[in-house]
């Protein structure tokens, strides 16, 4: 067999999919520096920078706030099995894939599920958590902040907080596609534990889950022999253990820390807030061309959409699978189909992190506007981006 190296194929593309995004340059050299030792004192170092870092863009002062050795879903197995018994009742909040997928490892953990079913592309009301508290209760309240099978932004994270620990349940969210693009306030918004991942708007490559857990969920797994060795977050915290002797538990993936090392100093040198601003900016523009397109948003209210993730309906006629090849054949841009019973009606078109910017977005829509006048679904290949043009001044107000 023989075969070329790696780095010698021809890999051009631009991600614009629901992750990963786009990762800059300075993540790709940060990845291929040497690798040391995981007990080294110089990485040792990274790690400790890596999880202050982790902790500002988390909003928290947890101390336990790592990334775990995994993609995004490592980070929900690792708090389900550190934080769900098999007697706990959980309560799941699903109007979309991801809150489906909860659902599923909690179920497999042994704990029961108490479905909170949504319509697809709607978020929760803290009335409607409360009712549901009402009627069962619950040790914990699961749900998802970013959905990225439907494009729908959770709103009131607040007061759904107030309400899961009036009830004296454990809050937990998944903020995987929301952190880094948008904010995300774990102490203020009460949340005992959450997850994330580092290909979507870290622009970091797959391959890291950021956690953080507050004291009241630490305490939930202390004493216990949690039911998954290598997600055992009391074993892993002595590896952690900054300024203290550190404890073999699995060896880390250094370069992927290196990485992420890399992505949140960007992210920090960039500003948090600045960084949010250009989400929501280019989310804007790259809206006004869409619609002028004809696509049409899942989610129906606009102050619940996602600024990294526009799921939208093709306008009648449009053939999904034919357009969606030659966008990426022609034009080496990927998008992302549409998920589960949006499946070939639908596109998943993600601005994350380094893939949103306001050359990319005009890329993209130039890309669709050419393929649409191909195939007669727009007279004037140009409308996309001139109608993304034509709000781009107010896009720039915006905050
Ligand atoms: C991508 C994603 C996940 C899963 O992350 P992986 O890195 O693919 O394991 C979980 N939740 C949400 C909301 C996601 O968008």
Redesign the pocket.
């Known amino acids: 067999m023989k075969v070329s190296p790696t780095y010698e194929r021809d890999l051009e593309i631009h991600l614009h999919g629901?992750?990963p995004s786009d990762v800059p340059g300075e993540v790709l050299r940060a990845i291929s520096m040497t690798t040391l030792g995981h007990l080294d004192s110089e990485f040792i170092r990274i790690m400790d920078e890596t999880q202050a870092m982790l902790r500002m863009l988390y909003q928290t002062e947890n101390r336990m706030t790592i990334p775990i050795s995994g993609?995004?879903?490592s980070g929900?197995e690792t708090l389900v099995a550190n934080l769900i018994e098999p007697q706990d009742r959980v309560m799941v909040v699903k109007n979309g894939v991801?809150g489906g997928r909860i659902a599923d490892e909690v179920s497999r953990f042994g704990a029961e599920v108490v479905p909170i079913d949504l319509e697809w592309g709607t978020v929760v009301t803290p009335d409607e958590v409360r009712e549901a508290f009402s009627r069962k209760s619950c040790q914990a309240l699961f749900l998802?902040h970013?959905?990225?099978s439907t494009g729908a932004h959770q709103q009131h994270m607040k007061e759904i907080g107030e309400v899961v620990h009036q009830n004296g349940a454990l809050f937990l969210v998944?903020t995987?596609?929301s952190l880094g693009g948008t904010e995300v306030k774990i102490d203020e918004w009460g949340i005992d534990a959450a997850y994330s991942?580092t290909?979507?708007c870290l622009s970091v490559p797959?391959g890291l889950s950021p956690i953080t857990l507050n004291e009241r969920a630490m305490e939930k797994l202390r004493g216990r022999k949690v039911r998954s060795w290598y997600f055992d977050l009391g074993m892993i915290e002595k590896y952690w253990n900054e300024g203290h002797q550190r404890k073999y538990h699995h060896t880390a993936p250094v370069n992927m820390i290196y990485a992420l090392h890399e992505g949140l100093r960007l992210a920090l040198e960039e500003g948090f807030e600045a960084r949010f601003q250009r989400h929501r900016r280019n989310a804007a523009t790259l809206q006004a061309g869409l619609e002028t397109l004809g696509f049409t948003y899942i989610v129906r209210k606009q102050d619940q959409r996602l600024p990294m993730l526009h799921a939208v309906y093709l306008p009648e006629g449009a053939e999904e699978g034919k357009l969606w090849g030659e966008i990426r054949s022609s034009y080496h841009i990927e998008i992302g189909g549409g998920l589960g019973k949006f499946s070939g009606r639908a596109w998943r078109i993600g601005l994350m992190g380094h893939s949103s910017t306001e050359d990319k977005v005009y890329r993209l829509l130039n890309a669709i506007g050419e393929v649409f006048e191909k195939y007669g679904l727009v007279g004037d290949r140009a409308a996309g981006v001139q109608g993304a043009k034509a709000i781009y001044k107010d896009a720039r107000r915006l905050r």
């Open positions: 629901p992750g993609t995004g879903s929900m991801f998802v970013a959905e990225t998944d995987v596609t991942g290909q979507k797959p």
